[in-house]
């Protein structure tokens, strides 16, 4: 039985923000990996909401709930345990604060790189200080497995887009600088939720992914949320056994705007813990970013400017979460003078 730590007092954490409860959204697409038709759904699904869920993925279960056991026995280790992999660089451990711009959040999360050429010694610490919790291959095997199931759906994506060759997106995230990585979130109980006179305590602030696209699996606790194109926000029924797609901003430029990045959010829950799995797929660093010349239209213009991964990457981790990261890349009117 995974015994859950106690979480501090909401006095300790009065920046963190509330919102009102939301209607739980029962229209998200869902796709099978394996349906004839799964690249022209996927299309789709990306085109007006940014945002799937995937069935009939491939990836064992039993790589989903070990690793979910590890990071339980990881999230329930004393704090000054946990202190040890931290504070983050941006890899490692980290509670509260998300970023160095000011934003909270009920949290406290694992960031690690999945890049073999890359690394971090706050990654070896946490491996080195816990070899009890991470010693098996728990977070290699559902890494990998992950990996190859995003590869797939992005040639899926591309293939429907009729974007050639096929492999034009997974290539990215297959090279071996590949700047992807890997985040476990803890979203502990919080008790003291109906003090707040039935307002939500926001676990993660709304924000887009940056990257190219994320994939995220999470335990049967509900607590994600979705913005839809007309400004509302939606819950998202929870699924244990089934991944959830998100398109980053990256994808967003690359598609000139056809595929739009998701605005997207966690809710802290008052009896149980939310931990979730994201595998963030990222180009190299010094990949440039542009929108492709084959999904224009003729005659049709750029809307973003040119960039590099590492440009927009440094933009985006200097802004706040809930910023319009995109805005100094969209193009103007005198840009094109």
């Not at 931990?275 to 190299?284: N, Q």
Request: hydrophobic residues 35%.
């Amino acid at each position: 039985m995974v015994v859950l730590s106690q979480p501090a007092a909401l006095d300790h954490c009065s920046l963190i923000k509330t919102c009102k409860p939301t209607s739980v959204f029962k229209e998200i697409p869902v796709i099978d990996l394996r349906d004839p038709e799964a690249k022209t759904l996927i299309v789709k699904a990306c085109e007006e909401y940014g945002f799937f869920k995937l069935v009939n993925h491939g990836v064992p279960m039993e790589f989903m709930t070990r690793l979910e056991a590890e990071a339980f026995r990881f999230f329930n280790l004393p704090q000054s345990e946990k202190d040890k992999a931290g504070p983050p660089d941006p890899f490692g451990y980290g509670s509260k604060r998300i970023g160095s711009n000011g934003d909270v959040g009920w949290i406290e999360y694992i960031l690690l790189n999945t890049n073999p050429q890359v690394t971090s010694l706050k990654t070896l610490t946490i491996f080195r200080q816990n070899p009890e919790i991470f010693r098996s291959s728990a977070v290699n095997d559902y890494i990998l497995a992950v990996k190859r199931m995003a590869f797939e759906v992005l040639e899926l994506m591309a293939d429907g887009l009729k974007i050639e060759p096929k492999n034009m997106l997974s290539r990215l995230l297959r090279d071996e600088k590949s700047d992807s990585c890997f985040r476990l979130n803890h979203y502990p109980p919080c008790p003291e939720l109906p003090v707040l006179s039935g307002r939500n305590l926001i676990g993660f602030g709304e924000h887009t992914d940056p990257q190219i696209i994320s994939v995220l699996r999470s335990n049967n606790t509900s607590g994600l949320q979705i913005c839809l194109r007309d400004g509302t926000w939606v819950s998202v029924p929870p699924d244990q056994s089934s991944f959830f797609i998100n398109v980053g901003d990256a994808l967003q430029v690359m598609t000139n705007g056809r595929l739009r990045s998701v605005r997207h959010r966690v809710l802290a829950d008052s009896l149980k813990s939310r931990v979730s799995m994201i595998y963030f797929g990222a180009p190299p660093l010094n990949e440039r970013i542009v929108p492709l010349a084959s999904l224009l239209a003729k005659g049709e213009e750029n809307l973003y400017k040119e960039f590099t991964w590492s440009e927009y990457k440094t933009s985006a981790y200097k802004s706040r979460l809930a910023d319009h990261r995109l805005g100094p890349f969209e193009k103007t009117e005198t840009d094109g003078q």
